[in-house]
Antibody, heavy 118, light 109 residues
Framework: EVQLVESGGGLVQPGGSLRLSCAASGFTFSSYWMSWVRQAPGKGLEWVAN????????YYVDSVKGRFTISRDNAKNSLYLQMSSLRLEETAVYYCARERGYRQFDCWGQGTLVTVSS | DIQMTQSPSSLSASVGDRVTITCRAS??????LAWYQQKPGKVPKLLIY???TLQSGVPSRFSGSGSGTDFTLTISSLQPEDVATYYCQGYNSAPPAITFGQGTRLEIK
């Protein structure tokens, strides 16, 4: 069974840092682009970043460029999101998701909640 | 980056109705368009990709069409379990970016 399990969320102060992890199982992790998508409470979906199979290419939404870093460890079947200089408005559930050929997300984790608050 | 605009933002229809949701991209994205269904408290579920290809396991009452900038999601006969928020998602390669529409909340009359 294809499974994605996020961890690492929690409460962080504005300006603080947090590292999210996503453990993949049930498929060949190293064969897929992977993404992080977030959803603020009561709001819509927002793509955050993605990474190529071998980690050689990464892309970000403009609002997080320079503050967030996506990475992966194919030996550990794991995806990461290092977040720094966090802002109040970045309180959200953060999902990791598997990408397919038309950049669609066919598999999602359950999400991990990040709360930015003083 | 591309902008994806959905309409309407909310919709109320009766069981058995034909329902249409539209999505417009700010620039041409060929057929790099997907549709998702999200029920309250649940993870988004992929319905349609490549604008018109039904994801495995999705009921055939769901269909998608369009290319370039204008896209449509149609539910041929609305069922009670279709109550959800629907999102379109587009991809443009220059620069590489993925964008979601703002969502359409679908309710039963």
């Amino acid at each position: 069974e294809v499974q994605l399990v996020e961890s690492g969320g929690g409460l962080v102060q504005p300006g603080g840092s947090l590292r999210l992890s996503c453990a993949a199982s049930g498929f060949t992790f190293s064969s897929y682009w992977m993404s992080w998508v977030r959803q603020a409470p009561g709001k819509g979906l927002e793509w955050v970043a993605n990474i190529k199979q071998d980690g050689s290419e990464t892309y970000y939404v403009d609002s997080v460029k320079g503050r967030f870093t996506i990475s992966r460890d194919n030996a550990k079947n794991s995806l990461y999101l290092q977040m720094s200089s966090l802002r109040l408005e970045e309180t959200a559930v953060y999902y990791c998701a598997r990408e397919r050929g038309y950049r669609q997300f066919d598999c999602w984790g359950q999400g991990t909640l990040v709360t930015v608050s003083s | 980056d591309i902008q994806m605009t959905q309409s309407p933002s909310s919709l109320s229809a009766s069981v058995g109705d034909r329902v249409t949701i539209t999505c417009r991209a700010s620039q041409g994205i060929s057929n790099y368009l997907a549709w998702y269904q999200q029920k309250p408290g649940k993870v988004p579920k992929l319905l349609i990709y490549a604008a018109s290809t039904l994801q495995s396991g999705v009921p055939s009452r769901f269909s998608g069409s369009g290319s370039g900038t204008d896209f449509t999601l149609t539910i041929s006969s609305l069922q009670p379990e279709d109550v959800a928020t629907y999102y379109c998602q587009g991809y443009n390669s220059a620069p590489p970016a993925i964008t979601f529409g703002q969502g359409t909340r679908l309710e039963i009359k």
